[in-house]
T-cell receptor
Framework: DAGVIQSPRHEVTEMGQEVTLRCKPI?????LFWYRQTMMRGLELLIY????????DSGMPEDRFSAKMPNASFSTLKIQPSEPRDSAVYFC????????????????FGAGSRLTVL | AQSVTQLGSHVSVSEGALVLLRCNYS??????LFWYVQYPNQGLQLLLK??????LVKGINGFEAEFKKSETSFHLTKPSAHMSDAAEYFC????????????FGTGTRLTIIP
């Protein structure tokens, strides 16, 4: 398997523009997570899905952020309008319910999308 | 609520010396504990995990960690540091209850001195 695939790897945009980040999870994984990493706040869980259904979006900063998972192999995180404080690395991670054999959820991360908002 | 505290945002050790990265957790239920490593410009990779059973767990690249319930700790160690160990290390906690979510620590950047 190619692992979790994220695109774009780097995005530079201007304040006010719409940004869409994409993620392809590992085939067969039924959980998908979006994290944001900044120097100031570390790794923050934004939202996660189970079987394409959003389970917990309490980490989404505000209404400018939205995430969708239209099918098991694709998810998007959208920021509209973007602001400079949204600059961060956004990670997607996926996991499989099979990992629950030990009761633990082992996440596989993508390489991340580095967003810079000017 | 669960939380993780990593003591020391930066740790430097000489090549060949012992690596010790500290992690303390807070959890009202039996925890599941993880260490992840992040190399520059890459995503996080699982080093090792503790769920149940043996409290000393071994991971990849010669790392190991010991779960100590009495100390609420899960420190990461490696007997002899290698230059390739330079990276950022994250401790994380989840649990059997609500265990889909991992709560991460703030990370420790490990520098290896030649």
């Amino acid at each position: 398997d190619a692992g979790v695939i994220q695109s774009p790897r780097h995005e530079v945009t201007e304040m006010g523009q719409e940004v869409t980040l994409r993620c392809k999870p590992i085939s067969g994984h039924d959980y998908l997570f979006w994290y944001r990493q900044t120097m100031m706040r570390g790794l923050e869980l934004l939202i996660y899905f189970n079987n394409n259904v959003p389970i917990d979006d309490s980490g989404m900063p505000e209404d400018r952020f939205s995430a969708k998972m239209p099918n098991a192999s694709f998810s998007t995180l959208k920021i509209q309008p973007s602001e400079p404080r949204d600059s961060a690395v956004y990670f997607c991670a996926s996991s499989s319910r099979d990992g629950y054999s030990s009761g633990a959820n082992v996440l596989t991360f993508g390489a991340g999308s580095r967003l810079t908002v000017l | 609520a669960q939380s993780v505290t990593q003591l020391g945002s930066h740790v430097s050790v000489s090549e060949g010396a012992l690596v010790l990265l500290r992690c303390n957790y807070s959890s009202s239920v039996p925890p599941y504990l993880f260490w992840y490593v992040q190399y520059p410009n890459q995503g996080l990779q699982l080093l090792l995990k503790y769920t149940t059973g043996a409290t000393l767990v071994k991971g990849i690249n010669g790392f190991e960690a010991e779960f100590k319930k009495s100390e609420t700790s899960f420190h990461l160690t490696k007997p002899s540091a290698h230059m390739s160990d330079a990276a950022e290390y994250f401790c994380a906690v989840s649990s059997l209850f609500g265990n889909e979510k991992l709560t991460f620590g703030t990370g420790t950047r490990l520098t290896i001195i030649p």
